[in-house]
């Protein structure tokens, strides 16, 4: 066995996961580099307060799956929405823009699982203030 904890670590309780708050969700982190030695697969347990969004962007060089756990979602994919409930989720391509938002009185909880952990950089770009995505919820 090895003397490094996350080299051999293949269970994370809650009390083991990385939470931090972002200006969008409260994170639980479940499987990144520094908490479990995955290098290929990213995941968060996130819950989004009513009234809360993580507005539109895209992950130039990781795919990601989004799961509702509990509440629902606003979920945007490109151009395509759907209000996804738990047991559901959707696949966003590396590149593809996305945008999850909570327009409902609960919050939501989901999983967001993004494949590879150490992609290159930029992980995010936010591209919410950029035509057609700075006008598109109101025009639906």
């Known amino acids: 066995m090895s003397d490094d904890p996350i080299k051999s670590r293949r269970f994370v309780t809650a009390s083991e996961s990385v939470t931090e708050q972002t200006p969008f969700t409260l994170n639980a982190w479940l499987s990144r580099p520094d908490i479990v030695p995955c290098g290929e697969l990213l995941m968060v347990r996130a819950t989004m307060a009513p009234g809360d969004n993580h507005p539109f962007h895209h992950h130039p060089t990781r795919e990601e799956i989004i799961y509702i756990v509990s509440g629902q979602a606003e979920q945007w994919c490109g151009r395509e929405q759907r209000v996804l409930k738990p047991g559901e989720m959707v696949l966003i391509p ?47």
């Open 94 to 140: 590396k590149g593809e823009v996305h945008g999850t938002y909570n327009p409902f009185r609960e919050p939501v909880v989901f999983l967001a699982i993004l494949s590879p952990a150490n992609a290159a950089e930029p992980s995010v770009v936010d591209v919410s203030m950029e035509a057609p995505w700075n006008t598109l919820r109101s025009a639906t």
